[in-house]
């Protein structure tokens, strides 16, 4: 039968838009991360495969949750995973959230509106944030809705940044179907070679979208009480906000949205320097509240 291994795209944690487990993260952190990311890049890898059928992809990520669960250990991902989990005494919840997100990819092509489309979220982005914190002994009421509201923005501005590659390899749309149909545009746009009036007008509305989403992130660096994580979170907090400027204004189909090397290290460093002055009370403290160091 044929496994996760089998439909693997190569990809690993430095291909991401954004860091994973970087050296930011203090060493000790790392390794239930880097399990979390593998057991994730395989479940992705299996969902987005151009050739497997439906079917396959479901029996292979089913495999993965009873693996994950201690029903199997067919998944070498997952009893990876699970063994982590068993050490650092944390929930499987994360990991079959996520197998949720990745069924709704092989069985849900398109998502009627905006809350259709934060729902898919909670179950592809936020478990992700919400695992981070919980590996780093986080509070969850205190740090949950902040790192919700940044994993969702996180995605949105992946699902912008793919839609083009996204609706030709595997007729997915996450583009809400009521704002496009607002803008008399059919999906079939999505595979032009760049987009038209209408096309644009929802992309820029779901930027404007994400601006809120990331708003209610801002606090989340301040909010952390490991100063390693913090630093990581007020990296991303910047990429994303960055990322989402240029979508604003750039055309995903045709121009380039994703940062170059050099690009993404000035605007990291910066957002360091800036976490790091406010958490020694030098600077503008308002936009993140301190919590601890």
Sequence with gaps: MTGASDLASGKGHHDENFPVASVLIHPRHRPPILAYYRFARAADDVSDHPTASADEKLDILDGMRRSLVGESDASAEAVALRTTLAAYRLTPQHGLDLLEAFRRDVTVLRYPNWDALMDYCRYSAMPVGRYVLDVHGEDRAATWPASDALCAALQVINHLQDCGKDFRNLNRVYLPQD???????????????????????????????????????????????????????????????????????????????????????????????????????????SLVPVRGS
Aim: hydrophobic content about 50%; glycine content about 6%; aromatic content about 0%.
């Design 179 to 285: 704002m496009l149909a607002a803008a008399d545009v059919d999906v079939s746009v999505l595979g032009a070679a760049q987009s038209t009036p209408g096309l644009r007008r929802v992309i820029t509305d779901l930027s404007r979208r994400t601006v809120d989403l990331l708003a209610a992130a801002r606090p989340l660096a301040g909010l952390i009480r490991d100063r390693r994580l913090g630093l990581e979170v007020s990296v991303i907090q910047r990429l994303a906000e960055d990322l989402n400027a240029r979508l604003s204004v750039c055309d995903p189909l045709c121009q380039r949205v994703h940062h170059r090397k050099a690009e993404a290290l000035g605007l990291a460093a910066r957002a360091a320097m800036r976490f790091l002055l406010m958490r020694m009370g030098i600077g503008k403290t």
